[in-house]
């Protein structure tokens, strides 16, 4: 008569949760009693029928291949007669199975006859049945929706924090012209923002005498260096002492009111009566925004 089990059955251990995969008819319909080859507990053990797995779906699931299926259960086997000879570790184990073994037709009982090699073989089995078990496990839970979604809602967050950073960066200038409270943070940063869109160039200063009073000239040029056209303010040139106090200051108006992208403007201006005691000049714009830092140039008296 055909046994009602299938060929292949699971087995746990209810002490340390070791599942083992058997043949069927090993446990038998009723239950038998076997023995932990993990923690070496007994119990009554019951077969678990594993649930059925789509026609379409065996292939994918299927972690070892038939060879390796046939390995593991020569290492169960091995882990079953080791189990069968070695004595239980607690008193209330050593009851005799509840259930005779009843081999089915063609199969052989397991030996009683345990060799001495047989407690490292079920070591060596339990081992590597482990192993296989939680490989298996794994590759289960990576494949979950679950888990899935947690993988791409990663990849999607650091994404967005990548481009958020990127812009805050490359998009700096236009960020501070709408929130002109994040220049400062620039700054912090070493990160420049030109507000303004218009820098100097060529900036030089020359200090003569005329009838013993000192005159300075200054030249200098402004370069739109933005992508729009900018209306250029007033500038203002300020006498510095050695100290980097601020001596004198006025302003000048260049000729041209509006500059187109990548287009300049010279600028000259002349003070009579300088102070003595200016060692340099600086350069800046009037229109109060933020801007990089203003140039500063030594005073230069034409003497060598």
């Known amino acids: 008569m055909r046994s009602p ?15 083992y995969q058997v043949p069927g008819d090993t446990i038998g319909p009723r239950g038998r009693q076997v023995q932990c080859a993990h923690c070496s507990r007994a119990w009554q053990a019951v077969a678990v029928v594993p649930d ?16 390796e299926e046939r390995e593991l259960d020569a290492a169960f086997a091995a882990a079953e007669r080791a189990a069968a000879v070695t004595p239980p570790t607690e008193p209330h184990t050593a009851a005799a199975p509840e259930e005779p073994f009843v081999p089915a037709s063609g199969e ?12 490292d073989a079920a070591a060596a089995a339990s081992g590597k049945s482990t192993k296989a078990f939680n490989r298996r496990q794994k590759s289960m839970a990576r494949r979950q929706p679950l888990a899935q979604f947690r993988r791409l809602a990663r990849l999607v967050t650091l994404s967005v924090l990548a481009l958020l950073v990127l812009c ?12 002109p409270d994040l220049a400062g943070t620039y700054e912090a940063l070493g990160l420049g ?29 402004i370069d739109n260096v933005s992508t729009r056209n900018v209306t250029v303010p007033p500038v203002v040139i300020s006498l510095i002492d050695t100290a980097g106090n ?15 992208p990548n287009e300049s403007v010279d600028f000259s201006t002349q003070l009579n009566a300088t102070p003595v005691e200016a060692t340099q000049v600086r350069l800046s714009f009037a229109s109060g925004r933020s801007q990089p830092q203003p140039p500063i140039a030594a005073i230069d008296t034409g003497t060598p």
């Open 5 to 19: 089990l299938p060929a292949s059955v699971i087995i746990e251990c209810p002490h340390c949760g070791t599942r």
């Open 52 to 67: 059925p797995v789509p026609a379409g779906e065996e292939a994918a699931d299927r972690i070892f291949d038939e060879e």
């Open 108 to 119: 052989s009982p397991p030996s009683d006859a345990a060799t001495p090699s047989e407690p």
């Open 168 to 179: 805050f960066l490359v998009f700096r200038t236009e960020i501070v012209r709408a929130v």
């Open 193 to 221: 923002v030109n507000v303004v869109g218009l820098e100097f160039g060529d900036f030089n200063t020359v200090l003569t005498q005329r009838d013993g009073v000192p005159q300075l000239r200054v030249d200098a040029r």
């Open 246 to 260: 601020s001596l004198y200051e006025w302003s000048v108006q260049p000729e041209a009111r509006d500059l187109e």
